[in-house]
């Protein structure tokens, strides 16, 4: 089993691979794509590719903080 201090934790991912890794639908991440407005993406050789790493920080950054109930 890898752990996260692999080489391998950031390998590129499929566009299906990183759909999974966010749980949304393949055409999800296409859509988000074209609308510029999903996770950032690699394109070499003109594959689209994602690492792991720019999941993780789109995550991040779209993280929503609780407010507190004024009671």
Known sequence: ???????????PMTTLEAAEYLSVTRRTMERWRSQRIGPRWVKPGGKCLYRRSDLDAWLEQAAVEPVAEHG
């Open 1 to 11: 089993m890898r752990n996260d201090t692999t080489p391998y934790r950031d390998r």
